[in-house]
Every structure is written in C-alpha cells, then in structure tokens.
C-alpha cells in the first residue's frame, strides 16, 4: 500500500504546520503493531538502558508509569524497520523537505487505560535546536481509534509561523522528561481525531498537545521523526529549560554499556525529540 500527500495535504502543513492523514498504513500492520507494543512495554524493553521511560512521571520505583514511551522500538523489535508506515511516512518525508529527508528518530508510546497523563502542549523544537523552517517532521501514528476522549493530537494553527515559546519541565520538575510551553494561546487549536492507522504530520515548530486517555483501552501510538542531515548534531543545550534535566532514565543510560553511554551524553547535550 503506498501513499503520497496530495498538494492540497502539502500546501495545509506548510500553511497551518499540521496535516492529518486517514490512512498511512493497513489494517493488518497496525494490528501486528498492537501486539508488538504489548510484547515491548509488558516487558519494559530498553528500561535498563534508559530507552524506556516515563514521559510525564519520574520513573520512581514501584509507581506505575503515567505514560510510558520507548525510544528507538526498532532496537528492540528489527522488523519494525520494514513497516509500510516507515515507507509510506519517508516517501512524503520527501515530499515536504527534499530527496534527503531520512530518518532521524522514533519512538512508542502508550497511555495506559484512565490513566494516562495529557501531553502538554509543547513544541519539539524545545528538545533540540535545528536550523530554521521545519526541517524535523513529525508521524504520529494511532493504533487505534482516537478522538479527544483517548488522547487524540491538538495543534495551534500556524504556530508553525509564531515564536518559539519559552518551556519548562512538567510541572518544573528537573525529574520528568517532558516539557510544557508557557503562555500558550489556545485560540487556533484544532483536534485530529483519527481512525486506526492514520497519522498526523507535524513540523518541529509547531505547537502541540494530546489529552489524557480517559477511555477503558490503552493508547497506542507510533512516531517517526524525518529530517535533513546536518552538519553538527541537533542540540538543545542552548535552552535554559534543558540545562537542569534530571532524569532516572539519563542515570540508567549512563550505567549501562560504553554505546548507551555516548548515548546519555548525546542525550544530555543534544535531547532526542519526545513526544507524544
Ligand atoms: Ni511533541
């Protein structure tokens, strides 16, 4: 199954920062994929290595995780890197940045039934600096149904061409992961609900936010990130917000072997986009 934007689909992402898709994949990945995700969290892959992570919580023992998130899945299951989402998601990668978009990132997410913490509204550019216009793309995949009552994708129309906002850690704790813009004005916001299977496009300057999961099922969710090769890596230490970052999952990083710990100082200096 392939599939393009249209140019109706690539002028709404450069004109308002976001473009919803129905469908990027079939019925029969997104099902592969819901299994794969329970195998992947059941068992906390990557927690030792700091790969897992609770997105809106401090990894404190025994406290479950509000929104657990799994950085780089295809480390942990190969044949996530042949999905026809990966496909389909490259293929108008290139349609918005240029035949060298390729992949710079991925990572699972899941919000766990009742109660999986909102994502507040943030920009990814607050992780990691870049060059200007939207240079690192968003695919956000559900694997189920979404609306706002399981924690659906918002979007401020045209932050794309607004400011860059000032953010901190949730809730100001140097613990958590996330990061919350401040002074967000929510007079642009639209939802994207979605059904099974399709995604939402979104550029690294674009304000963004997902609702808690209120429903009686987990939210699954699948991003892959797409952007230009730079010549120095993407980093956010030039934000104040990300000079006092404290997390178990950086500590958990830095025990494990010499890679995971050229990844923690990657991490520390050059903060990998999160999301949602
Ligand atoms: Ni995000």
Known sequence: MKKILSPGEIAQFHDQGFVCIPQITTAEEVAWLREAYDRLFERRAGWDKGDMFDFAGTDAPGVALAAPQLSFPSRYEPALENTIFRANASAMAKQLLGASAQLVFEHAMLKPARNGAPTPWHQDEAFYASKGGNDVLTFWMALQPVDAHNGCMDFIAGS??????????????????GLEALGVDEGRRVSCPLPAGGATVHGYHTLHHANANLSGEPRRAYALLFGIPQDKPLSGEAFPWNRDVATARLERAKKADGLLRRYARQLRTAAKAVIR
Do not use: F
């Open 160 to 177: 794309n061409k607004g400011p860059l906002l000032a953010h901190r850690r949730i809730n100001g704790d140097p613990r958590i992961h």
